[in-house]
């Protein structure tokens, strides 16, 4: 016999498309969530890649839902081991993208035959956006983890097959030390315990500040792809310092 929350992922989750899903979780982080966007003018209109700063388990999720808002999709570059293949049919729900970060020479095969391949055809067919943690994993302390290229990868293997420049837009996701805990406690996809929380403190809400920084083409930045994604990680950290001062 089916457990309830097989039943529920079987009726519900897996018969949910983008719009639904997206639809769905805006009414709970509406109710939830105090999401605060800062120089949304600087989004470009064309497809273009988002960077941000990596700092709870959630981040791709809420980010791309907040973004449907602005009736433009954004497909966040995902963890295969542990996010996409723990929670596929909601992954695939927003239309996210999977990447395997393990050193190995069949990852690599996925990351050009899937990773890429996906984004390309997103950024070149689409006006939607590409979403990349310049660090790739989780960091909460300041940046601590190890940046890697695909950003910059990315840019220029578009640059390169359809001869024209993509921009890359910089992004500073800050959110409270003790609302980071709140959402790495209870939110991590094996078992999402958040509406546990929300019921017992129904008066909290988590504070989602994003400060969107203007759009510059990796044409600006100086050195290889490691430097240029080492750049574009720092302007992320100096906008979500910003942000930091002024709400703290």
Same mark, same amino acid.
């Given at each position: 016999m089916k457990s309830l929350k097989e039943l529920v992922e079987e009726s519900f989750i897996k018969k949910?498309? !983008?719009k639904r899903t997206? +639809?769905?979780l805006r009414g709970v982080i509406k109710s939830y969530c105090d999401v605060n966007i800062y120089n949304k003018k600087n989004l470009p209109d064309k497809s273009a890649v988002l960077a941000f700063n990596? #700092?709870?388990v959630l981040d791709g999720g809420m980010v791309s839902v907040i973004f449907s808002t602005f009736h433009k999709k954004t497909h966040f570059w995902v963890q295969y081991e542990g996010v996409y293949e723990v929670r596929p049919d909601f992954v695939k729900n927003i239309e996210q993208i999977p990447v395997k970060v393990e050193n190995k020479m069949s990852n690599f095969k996925y990351f050009l035959n899937t990773t890429i391949k996906? #984004? +390309?055809d997103y950024m070149y067919n689409t006006n939607d956006y590409i979403c990349i943690f310049p660090q790739g994993s989780m960091s *909460?302390? *300041?940046?601590e983890n190890e940046v890697h290229s695909g950003?910059? !990868?990315l840019i220029e293997r578009y640059e390169k097959k359809y001869n024209e420049e993509k921009q890359v837009v910089p992004m500073g996701l800050y959110i409270k030390d003790e609302d980071k805990e709140i959402i790495n406690k209870y939110g991590g996809l094996k078992r999402i315990k +958040?509406? *546990?929380f929300f019921v017992k403190n129904f008066h909290k809400k988590i504070g989602y500040h994003i400060n969107i920084g203007e759009p510059l083409y990796l044409s600006d930045l100086e050195g290889d792809k490691n430097k240029k994604s080492e750049i574009i990680l720092e302007k992320c950290k100096e906008l979500r310092d910003e942000i930091k001062y002024k709400v703290s």
């Open positions: 949910l498309d !983008y997206c +639809l769905f990596h #700092s709870t996906m #984004s +390309l *909460n302390k *300041n940046y950003i910059a !990868y +958040l509406w *546990n």
